[in-house]
């Protein structure tokens, strides 16, 4: 259970990440103007941070939740 929620965080985070960087972020093409230098969602480098938090945060719900066999890493 441990591994399906790490791996959802982790797709999740990585999935926001792209989507706001790549097309949330500022307009492809030639900066001829002041508009590609803004932009195209206000909360775009928000959502980029989020996205990477997610993906750090992965790890530390893989570590935190406790494993289904009772088994520890000792």
Do not use: C, K
Request: charged residues 10%; positive net charge; without cysteine.
């Amino acid at each position: 259970m441990r591994s399906l929620v790490a791996i959802t965080m982790f797709g999740a985070g990585l999935v926001l990440a792209a989507v706001s960087y790549l097309w949330l972020a500022a307009p492809l093409g030639q900066p001829t103007s002041e508009v590609y230098s803004n932009p195209r969602l206000l909360g775009a480098p928000a959502l980029f941070i989020l996205g990477i938090m997610l993906i750090f945060l992965s790890a530390v719900a893989y570590e935190l939740w406790p494993d289904r066999s009772g088994r520890g890493a000792h």
